[in-house]
Every structure is written in C-alpha cells, then in structure tokens.
C-alpha cells in the first residue's frame, strides 16, 4: 500500500513474502521517508514479475491482472472535522431525502445495467458459439472432417485472439474472474484499474469472446466483476477521462458509499449470471463483504430482484425468436424434477462419500491452479505478445481436445421412445451426430461441441440414465479438470465456476452409474450433488452455494442433500487448503485482513509494531513544511498535534489526510503570521472540496504552484483535522488491534502511550503493520503456526 502513512522508519525489514505463499521470491521494502532525512535505502528487487531495475519506492505492491501494481487502502472511517460537521449541520430535509432517494435509485440502476449486460453477454456468446458449431457440423455432414476442423479451431483461435488481445493491450486488470480483486476492495484494499471503465470494457467484451471461444471458463465469475465496475463507474458520478460525470452524485465521492455500492454490483453480477437472486444476495453476504449491516441486506436484495426482472423481461422477448439462435438458452436454468423425497441411508451414505471425494478433488485442483499460475506468471511477465501467445497455445489445446477426444468413443444407438430428435442436427441437444452412422449418437461430442451451459443440461438430465457411457464421462471429467486449471490464468475474463460444475456433475454422474444399484436417487441428481461437492472443495462456500444450486435447478427436495453435501466436501477440503479466491488472493500479494487475529499477535502488542519517529504537523503549520514533507513521502495521513500557545502542552489534536492537505495548499488560503484562521477557511471551502475524485483523478502534488513568499506563510490545519480519530493504548494486544482494525474499517490507527509525560503519540497503525510479513519480518524468531 502507499499507505506506509505516518512513519519513519529508519531501519524497515526485508520481508519474506514466500511466507504466505506469494509470486514473490523476495521483495525489499524501501522506507519512502528516507529521503527526508538523506537517506538512501532503496535496493533492487529480485522478483520474477518485476523488472530487474525496478524501485520499490512503496509500502506495498501487488499482482492485477498480470501486472504489478502499486496499492493502498481505502478510507471507510466517518471523519468528523469541523469542515464536514458543518456540513452535515447544514443539511436541510430535502438533501436527506435526496440522500436516500439516489442511494435507491443507484442500485436499481446498477441492477438494470448489470442485468442488461449479462443478457448481451449471453446474446453474443450463444449467437458466436452457435455460428462456430452450426459451421463445423454442416462440414461434418458432408464428411469433410479434416477441413470441419481447420473450421472450428481456426474460429476459436480468431475469438481467443481478440479476448487475449483486449486484456493483454488494453486492460490486464480485466484477466481471470475478478472475483479476488472485488474481495480485495471490499476489505479495504484498492489497487490501480481494477474498477476502471476500461476494465469495464474489456470484461465485456473479452468474456464474450472467450467463452465463445470454446475455453473451459464461464462468465459468472467475470459477471461478477463486472457488476463491480458498473456501480463503481456509477457510484463515482461517471468518468472524468471519458467526459461523463454527474454532479449530483456528489453525495457518493466517499469510500463507504462507494463500498456499499460496489457489495450490490457484485450481488447483482451473481444474480444476473445464475439468474439467483437470493444466491447472489447471500454470495455478496458470505465471500464478498468483510462488512455488513442490514441497511446494506435490503439494499442488496433489492438490486438482485431488479436483475431479476430485467432478465425475465429480455427472456421473454426472444421467445418470439429475435434474438437469432439464443432463443431461450443462454442464462443457465437447469429445471430438474424429481420424485425422489424420502432418503435412505443407503443415500445417505452415498453423498457423504460423494462429498469427501468432491473436498479431495476440490483442494487438489485448488493446489494445481496454484502451480499454473505460478507458471503462467514467468510467462505474462515477458510481455503482452507471450501473453498472447499463450492464449492462442490453450486455445489450440482445447480445440484439439474437444473435436480430438469424440473420435476415441463408439457411436451408441438411439434409444426408442424419445421425445427428442436423435440425432440432433443442429446447435445444441442431447445427441449430437458427430460422425455416426443414421439413428446413432456420439456421447462424447454431445458433451464437447456443445455450449458449457447446455453440456451442463445434458449431464443433469435423467431422462435416459444410459445416455453416457461411463468410460466417456471419465473421458469427459478428466478433460475438464485439466482444461480448467490450464486454462484459469491467461489473458482471458475466466470464471471458475462453469469448469467445476463441469467437472463435477461429469464426476457426480459418474458416482450415479456406479451407486445405481443401492440408491434411489437418479443419475442427474448424483450430477448435481457432485457438482455441489466439488464446488464446496474449491470455493469452500456452503450457504450461498446451496442456495444458488436450488435456484438454478428449481427444485427445493434437494436442499437437505445439497447441504449435506456442501458441508463434508468443505470440511475435507479445508483440512488440506485453502479457498480458490483466498488462495489468489495471498498469491497476488493483495494485504487482505482475515475477520480473526493470528494466534502469534496475541503475543505482541501494537507498540512492538509502529516505528518512528514520526512526521507530524503543528495544528498552525508552516506551507513549506507540509510540501516538502509530501514532497519527501508516499504517506496518505498525519498527526496533528497542538502546541503552545495554543494549547497549555502538547496534545493530540487529530489525523490530516493527505488528498485535504492538497486541496488546501491548492486554495492558498495562508496567513503571514502563525495565527488561527479556520472560521476564515471554513467560509471560503466547502466539504465537496474535499470529496474523494473517482478513479485516483484528484490532486497532485505537481498541480500545486507555490511561490517562495507562500512557501513561508503559515495556515491552520483544525478545520480539516479529523479531531476524533481510532486510537489504542500502546499496551493493547497486537489481536485486539487488528481485530479493531478490521471490523471498522480503517486505514489509519493512531497508538498512544499508556504513561503521561511523554508524546502524545506514539505512532500509526496501517493495514501493512498486520501483514503476517511485517510482523514476521521484526520478530523472526516467532513461530506462525503456535
């Protein structure tokens, strides 16, 4: 983080990264202040995705997307300086009201507009993937394999080039799911572009492209994403860079609006890709937030049943077949009807061993997506060309692998009685004729070269318990085990979810054929319990997951089965890993706060942590010496301490940030002699002033245009001063703190001393100060395990 805030640390510690598992082999930390004092610490870094002669002139920098990028906390504490207090004062009942009224209209516009961009999400995937599989299956028809290939291959190459090419040129911030990033931000970590409008762009359009494309990914995790930046985009009043803001959306220019904002666009995004509302409430509930309040419970609810409606009313539309070959597909609905209502033990027994097996799966393949990354990682760091390059690789292996693989199996007869047409001719459907002989079907191939959503409904199907054989469901499970792990980490928008579920329903049907004798429960159930273990192995969720599996299949008989399922694979997989997003989260070096204190901080207090001496502000400073100190530091806060005359001893008077410091060396509003002058400032600012500007576009420190007579002036820093900052004794529990720290959501907190006669503080507590590798890196005779 540039948050290193306060602190002067004259001998900062190398960190040792690797401790928690990071794309870091090592990284050197350069105190920012040591150049006030002439100081010159900085050394190279040794990292594989850093240049060799890059400087970390930093507290903090992490991975997003393929790039690294420097970081820093967001500011979710209500500041109370006089500015803002009067402010709030003046407010009169129709502002409040206005209030409310925009907080309420901003969700119900960003369930609109992520509701409407999942259904061109799903509208371009169905339509591009259609024309691709229509192509190759009439070449195939006319027994022209060979070109029917060149066909399909070279289609999902041209879509894997133009996802790869946005994400590798335009936006990196927009490679993978996104879901850690928006995790990240919502605990109070910002990083650069991961909310941009051109991220925005990207995961649009590069999603659409890449699940066309035939990778083994999904747009729900990219949805979800997506969600996030349209109400960040909205949220911040539009776009400065782009010439679209509202003024009238001054009211959210702060980080816990934006927070709150954001949580609904990520519940939004899963609603709109599951077409789950309560799922994507409870999804936003349980992964997502760090923090939650019931005004933010309804507010939530409220923008997902808007997604909702949204997507039924599109749905409906295409019935009238407008909407070329998406018809009634697309947004996955997997209705399952079941007769099944009472359960055996027999039963019972089978979905305990089909969760401990789906929590084996699940943190194996969390295990495995970590070493890809790692890999990929050496890859991305080379350039935007080797990114590329790598996509088109994983393309060309999936092509292969999906047209390859359904040559391998033997064409099964139709079975009699069908409804359905066998075999299916066209796009989609259960019986895909392949290269078979008339009134036969390739299993195989209806499993491949068909759309994630519909090789989904396939394996949930029950009505021909025979449809797959179990040697081509191996085949099937195998496949998208790996094609999912290779395929999560290049320059693609890529969800995780659709992989699993693939993976896992081909796994749970699997476990049907092989149970079949001692259960009573069908073959698509076993494919939906077996997808609900291996996503509880990988995303270790429970409550949002069984409810966003109800949805999806509309059948509530389940439930207790899913539960049961959810709560073994979890419990296995815990036992070996972590989460997928935790995972990626450490891996990218994002400093993320658990909700619970290490057991080792229980050993330390904050004053062991917190270095000085400190930089620090008389409450009536000298101009010079606040530019040259934000000149001189990266530190985004400051003590403010009142000095004689204006207190009878030193105290603390409050915390300054630096973005006020700017706005108010900017409107040049000094005094000739050291004097209090706030009642003069308070009328000539105004608390939007100081509004925080969306997408980092506020003040510089290169904007300011000081003259040397200014530079000797003096101005008072009360009415900015937040006079009632977090403070902790010096002798508080290291836990404790950071417990403090988290649940309120803070980026500074100020340590006192315990004993009177001495300093009014003694240092600054930020998000860096908790990081295991901080802690470590001071005391590393401590052991992190005990």
């Not at 790039?67 to 979710?76: A, K, Q």
């Not at 009238?320 to 997997?334: A, V």
Request: hydrophobic share 45%; with cysteine; aromatic share 10%.
């Amino acid at each position: 983080m540039e948050d290193e805030d306060a602190k002067n640390d004259t001998s900062p510690p190398q960190l040792d990264i690797e401790n928690e598992g990071s794309l870091f082999d090592r990284r050197d930390f350069r105190n920012v202040n040591d150049d006030v004092s002439g100081m010159n610490s900085g050394r190279s870094l040794h990292e594989p995705l850093l240049l060799k002669n890059r400087k970390n002139t930093t507290s903090q920098i992490a991975i997003v997307g393929a790039n690294v990028s420097p970081i820093e906390s967001l500011d979710y504490e209500i500041i109370e300086n006089d500015l803002f207090k009067q402010d709030w004062r003046s407010r009169k009942k129709i502002q409040i009201f206005q209030y409310v009224v925009l907080k309420w209209t901003l969700a119900c516009l960003i369930g609109i507009s992520t509701g409407f961009v999942a259904f061109c999400n799903n509208l371009g995937v169905e339509n591009l993937a259609g024309f691709k599989l229509l192509l190759t299956n009439d070449l195939m028809l006319k027994e022209r394999y060979y070109l029917a290939f060149v066909a399909y291959a070279g289609c999902n190459v041209f879509l894997a080039i133009c996802a790869g090419v946005l994400c590798a040129y335009i936006a990196p911030a927009a490679a993978g799911s996104g879901i850690p990033e928006v995790k990240a931000y919502l605990n109070g970590v910002d990083a650069h572009s991961i909310l941009a409008p051109s991220t925005l762009f990207v995961k649009i359009f590069g999603s659409i492209f890449g699940v066309a494309a035939g990778f083994v990914c999904g747009k729900e995790g990219p949805m979800v994403h997506t969600g996030a930046c349209i109400a960040n985009l909205l949220g911040q009043g539009g776009s400065r860079k782009y010439h679209l803001t509202w003024k009238w959306l001054r009211f959210f220019k702060n980080d816990r609006d934006r927070r709150d904002l954001i949580t609904c666009g990520a519940a939004a995004g899963v609603a709109a890709a599951f077409r789950a509302p309560v799922g994507g409430v409870l999804f936003a509930l349980e992964e997502a937030a760090s923090w939650w309040r019931s005004a933010l419970l309804w507010r939530t609810f409220f923008t997902t049943a808007v997604v909702a409606m949204v997507l039924r009313s599109l749905i409906s539309f295409c019935k009238s077949g407008k909407c070329g070959l998406f018809g009634e597909g697309g947004l996955i609905m997997f209705d399952m009807d079941s007769a099944v209502t009472n359960y055996t033990v027999p039963d019972l027994l089978a979905v305990i061993v089909l969760g401990v097996v789906g929590g084996i799966f699940g943190s194996f393949y969390n295990y495995l997506v970590d070493k890809v990354l790692r890999t990929y990682s050496i890859i991305n760091e080379r350039g935007p060309a080797y990114k590329l390059l790598l996509v088109i690789t994983v393309s060309l292996l999936t092509s292969c692998c999906s047209y390859g693989l359904p040559w391998f199996t033997e064409c099964t007869p139709c079975p009699p009685g069908l409804e359905a047409q066998c075999p299916t001719i066209g796009r989609s459907g259960n019986y895909k004729n392949f290269q078979c002989q008339p009134d036969h079907y390739n299993d195989l191939a209806s499993l491949f070269l068909n759309p994630n959503d519909d090789a989904i409904r396939n394996l949930f199907n029950s009505s021909n318990p025979r449809e797959f054989r179990l040697s081509s469901l191996l085949i099937f499970f195998s496949a998208m085990f790996l094609l999912g792990i290779v395929t999560y980490g290049i320059a693609v928008p890529a969800g995780l979810f659709i992989p699993v579920i693939l993976a896992g329903a081909s796994y749970g049907r699997v476990a049907g054929t092989l149970f079949g004798h001692i259960s009573n429960l069908n073959v698509g159930l076993f494919a939906l319990l077996g997808a609900a273990s291996f996503l509880g192995g990988t995303m270790r969720m429970t409550v949002s997951l069984c409810v966003i599996l109800l949805e999806l299949t509309n059948n509530l008989l389940m439930l207790p089965l899913v539960m049961l399922v959810l709560l073994v694979s979890k419990t296995v997989a815990d036992s070996f890993n972590k989460g997928v997003y935790d995972q990626i989260v450490m891996m990218k070096g994002l400093p993320y706060l658990e909700a619970h204190a290490e057991p080792y901080m229980r050993n330390l207090v904050a004053g062991d942590v917190v270095s000085g001496p400190l930089i620090e502000f008389s409450a009536v400073e000298r101009v010079g010496n606040i530019y040259h100190s934000l000149k001189m530091t990266k530190h985004h806060g400051f003590p403010v301490i009142d000095e004689p005359p204006f207190a009878s001893a030193p105290e603390l008077c409050g915390l300054v940030l630096r973005s006020h410091l700017l706005v108010l060396l900017h409107g040049k509003r000094f005094t000739k002699q050291r004097e209090l002058s706030g009642k003069e400032l308070l009328s000539k600012f105004q608390a939007s002033d100081f509004a925080k500007a969306g997408s980092g576009k506020g003040l510089k420190l290169k904007d300011l245009d000081l003259t040397e007579e200014e530079m000797e002036m003096f101005v008072d820093l009360h009415p900015i001063t937040n006079t009632s900052p977090y403070t902790v004794v010096e002798t508080m529990s290291l836990a404790k703190a950071a417990v403090l720290f988290r649940e309120v959501g803070l980026r500074h907190l100020c340590v006192v001393p315990k004993s009177p006669g001495r300093p009014p503080i003694v240092g600054i507590l930020t998000r860096h100060d908790f990081m295991p590798e901080h802690i470590l890196g001071l005391y590393p005779h401590i052991n992190p395990h005990k």
